[in-house]
């Protein structure tokens, strides 16, 4: 690993040193403080003339301090000279703020790939885009990760029968016809239906077989956990035997936590693109690491190989 350095902000250093300890390289001096007013500040405590910065930040809350956090910090680095500076996100804030969907609303996602740019970013490094199209904000690099590999291997080591893959909405569809595929079993449909900005999803029906089937719901994250329960309400009426899920972000906010310990569901599997806090953790949710990822493709780019070939086959 030639001329790198990698930095953690405040919130993501236990992932960073993941990331370090897997590239037997040591994780770079930085130093972050909060004045009286407010204020964020951030030092450099290490030169960085003309190598190239990896940047890592986990938008663990309060959110908008975990921006800011991040965009001095890529400020810091640029003034200090650096060659290249890449951020990664393991979770791409306001993901799902993607699109005009209403009238007079931003689209957050935009504004942020923007900010990170004008910071002084020259690549960004993510994974499972609420939207795909998120990607297309950047005017730099966006490479976009998965953790569809780790979750289909948790799964797979624990050689459930007759499985059946779930889809929480027409639009996750696609994405639950693919995990079918390398399970090599049927899936099944929740009919369900959104109202407004409240985050509330009622789900009625299903359409597919889940009768005495362990029942896997796959997503790119669950927040409050809302449309996961109505799912898995839906499941349990029409007679699922056993209920997993598994999603790449574990946001768990607000209710969630209390939903899923009163729910039904066996195991909800999750990855640490976001720290989940001492008190959110529960007996039936497993925290997997994706931290080798990441690291293996700060390898590949700094050895000038290709990303693509980690999800092959």
């Known amino acids: 690993m030639n001329n790198i350095k990698i930095f953690a902000c405040p919130t993501a250093e236990k992932f960073t040193k993941e990331i370090c300890d897997y590239l037997k390289i040591e994780m770079g001096e930085i130093k972050h403080l909060k004045f009286k007013n407010d204020n964020n500040f951030v030092q450099i405590l290490e030169t960085v003339r003309q190598n190239d ?25 640029k003034r200090a000279s650096a060659k290249n500076i890449n951020v990664i996100l393991p979770y791409y804030p306001y993901s799902r703020s993607d699109k005009k ?9 935009k504004l942020m790939a923007q900010l990170i740019e004008a910071a002084g970013a020259t690549r960004v490094i993510t994974c499972d885009l609420h939207n795909p199209a998120i990607q297309a904000y950047f005017n730099i690099n966006c490479d976009r990760l998965t953790a569809e590999h780790l979750l289909e291997n948790y799964f797979k080591e624990k050689n459930l029968k007759d499985m059946v893959i779930v889809a929480t909405d027409a639009g996750s569809s696609k994405k639950a016809y693919k995990y079918s595929q390398f399970f090599n079993c049927p899936i099944a449909m929740v009919d369900k239906r959104r109202e407004g900005n409240d985050d509330r999803a009622i789900a009625s029906t299903i359409i597919g077989d889940v009768k005495d089937k362990n029942a896997i719901i796959f997503d790119d994250e669950i927040d409050t956990a809302g449309s996961m329960m109505e799912t898995v309400k839906v499941l349990k ?77």
């Open 53 to 77: 910065v990896y940047i890592v930040q986990t938008v663990q809350p309060p959110v908008n301090e975990r921006i800011m956090e991040l965009l001095i910090t890529i400020d810091a680095v």
């Open 101 to 109: 969907d209403q009238p007079r609303v931003p689209i957050t996602a």
């Open 237 to 313: 009426k029409f007679g699922a035997k056993n209920i997993y899920a598994g999603c790449t972000h574990g946001v768990l906010s607000g209710p969630a936590i209390e939903r899923i310990k009163n729910s039904e569901i066996k195991e909800l599997v999750v990855t640490n693109t976001i720290p989940i806090p001492e008190e959110k953790k529960l007996d039936s949710i497993t925290v997997l690491s994706i931290a080798p990822l990441f690291a293996e493709t700060i390898k590949r780019i700094n050895e000038e190989r290709p990303i693509g070939e980690l999800f092959r086959n």
